[in-house]
């Protein structure tokens, strides 16, 4: 079986699988107050199936979300159900780091990657104020765990006008000094935060004009631009609204309720919490919908969508 395609030609071998919705942190710019926890939950099994169906459909890269992941103590065995598939290569986590001492060395014997860290500043304070949380040095140390494992490490900076952006050279010292890649991320509008996302929106590309970019190799997938500093030191840019990547999207979306998206900005999703035990009919389904991909995100024709970050996965 061929590398699944959709009707733009893209190859999707990419799937982000949200475990839960529920999370230890509560940043301004994902959850909204009005935010309730999703009635339903997959279970473990049902993701065992769905990563069967994956393997299946020659999926080559795996990135487990959330919410919070690292919440759901059967991670590790997620993880090593995922490593021991036949086509999936790439296994990553996308976590907020404040649980993942308790986690790391058994998520690398069970076979992870790759992780990508949320820390959208280093001032405790702000901390505070972004997420309603203390667990700033926390999440330091456990960055440092991290990078001194064979993990590929990366920090991912949600810029936030007026807030943090008047860091971004301490975040690069930062990354210099830890040895860890910096990726800044542009804020997307999504959920129903608009008055804080649109108070807080900034052109990522003009923060970092005065910087010197780094060349791409052709047909690369990967959603960054990379940059240089004044010491050598690479860090990462992700613009999905001011240079968006959407003709060379390779991915799509599971959220923790057993919903299919296809795009993070497309409320389009498919209910496929019925089919998690009908391997076959699951398939079939995937391979049908998959034809319903939208080519790209109308952000820019100010089309957004309403589920929140947190329900999505990211
Ligand atoms: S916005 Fe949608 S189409 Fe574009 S890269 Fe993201 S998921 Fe893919």
Excluded at 78 to 102: C, F, M, P, Q, R
Excluded at 211 to 230: G, T
Excluded at 283 to 291: F, S
Aim: hydrophobic fraction near 35%; glycine fraction near 4%; charged fraction near 30%.
């Amino acid at each position: 079986m061929k590398t699944m395609q959709d009707k733009y030609y893209r190859e999707i071998d990419y799937a982000r699988i949200s475990i839960t919705d529920y999370c230890n942190l509560s940043c301004r710019y994902c959850k909204s107050e009005a935010d309730a926890i999703l009635e339903k939950q997959v279970s473990q099994k049902q993701l065992f199936n769905l990563i069967d169906v994956l393997d299946e459909l020659k999926f080559r890269k795996i990135r487990f979300t959330g919410g919070e992941p690292l919440l759901n103590d059967w991670i590790v065995s997620l993880v090593e159900y995922t490593n021991n598939k036949e086509h999936i290569k790439d296994i990553g986590l996308t976590t907020n780091a404040v649980l993942l001492d308790k986690y790391l060395d058994a998520l690398i014997k069970a076979g992870l990657k790759r992780i990508n860290i949320s820390l959208d500043t280093l001032d405790d304070n702000k901390y505070y104020e972004i997420t309603k949380t203390n667990y700033l040095q926390r999440v330091k140390d456990n960055i440092a765990l991290a990078v001194a494992s064979e993990l590929i490490v990366k920090v991912n900076v949600v810029l936030l006008k007026g807030v943090n952006d008047n860091e971004i050279v301490n975040f690069l010292e930062f990354g210099r000094l830890n040895n860890v890649q910096i990726r800044f991320i542009e804020l997307m509008p999504i959920g129903e935060n608009d008055d804080f996302i649109k108070d807080k929106q900034l052109n990522i590309r003009d923060k970092f004009k005065n910087y010197q970019s780094r060349e791409k190799k052709p047909n690369c997938k990967d959603v960054s631009d990379y940059y240089i500093d004044e010491y050598g030191y690479c860090f990462g840019i992700i613009s999905p609204i001011s240079n968006h990547f959407c003709e060379r999207c390779n991915r799509i979306r599971f959220t923790s309720d057993g919903k299919l998206r296809l795009c993070l900005h497309s409320d389009n999703e498919l209910d496929i919490y019925e089919y998690l035990n009908k391997k076959e009919e699951l398939k079939a389904l995937i391979l049908n919908y998959i034809k319903e991909k939208p080519e790209k995100h109308y952000l820019n024709e100010n089309m957004k969508a309403n589920k929140g970050m947190s329900k999505i996965g990211g």
